[in-house]
């Protein structure tokens, strides 16, 4: 392995290390509490290190939130018709997993609660993070419904339906009561039967689509 390559994993691992740190400080301070000390505390390194991978605190909190974008995202890598089902249950459950953290739950209530005094805040943690993964879902719903394996008029609104059905509920209650933890099966019974709906809603074949969504499910 070239010293170049020796670097650019140092560059990759520390940037991951510092993000890490950036959801934890985040999800403990709010994002006007947090700041690029406490940050780098939380890191194990000196601040201008940070500096060198992050300009503001702006541009950290945009890195994180793209962070877990992209692995929500990670399931429609390769848009295939032909795998349609499975990727929209691979999509479901990364978004689950993502979105269930305790860590990004408290970061999501700090940010709910800061958004009436500072709505940039709101802005910029809607942007950064689900704005994104909405764009995504409906790229890849669009594909599906031009290659005739969903029916719909507008993706916009498709994609609202996949985004609502798969976890709102689940979500909502652990949002404003903390203390309530779901279980495994408690969001697993939420993702599926959302996705069955989903299915029977905008699917070209619901049928043979449903059948296959079960095999997922059970594999």
């Known amino acids: 392995m070239s010293d170049l390559s020796r670097r650019e994993l140092n560059r990759i691992a520390r940037e991951k290390t510092l993000l890490d740190a950036a959801l934890v400080v985040f999800a ?24 060198k991978y992050f300009d503001s605190k702006e541009a950290l909190f945009t890195a994180m939130m793209e962070a877990r974008r992209d692995d929500m995202l ?76 969903l029916v719909f008029e507008e993706a916009d609104l498709a994609a609202q339906d996949l985004w609502g059905l798969v976890l709102s509920g689940v979500r909502t209650r652990a949002l404003y009561e903390p203390e309530w933890v779901p279980e495994t099966d408690e969001i697993s019974r939420a993702v599926n039967n ?3 709906v989903f299915l029977r809603a905008y699917s070209a074949d619901v049928e043979a689509d449903l059948v296959q969504l079960e095999t997922v499910i059970t594999a």
């Open 28 to 51: 403990r301070a709010g994002y006007s509490g947090a700041s690029m000390d406490s940050v780098a505390a939380e890191a194990g390194m000196t601040k201008p290190t940070l500096y």
């Open 74 to 149: 990670l399931a429609f890598d390769d848009l295939t018709p032909a795998m349609m089902v499975r990727q929209l249950h691979t999509f479901a459950w990364g978004y689950a997993k993502i979105v269930m953290r305790p860590d990004m739950l408290s970061l999501a209530r700090l940010i709910i609660g800061e958004t009436q005094r500072f709505p940039e805040i709101g802005r910029a943690y809607q942007a950064s993070g689900p704005d994104r993964v909405f764009e995504g879902m409906v790229e890849y719903l669009s594909v599906l419904r031009d290659a005739g394996r």
């Open 194 to 196: 959302g996705l069955r």
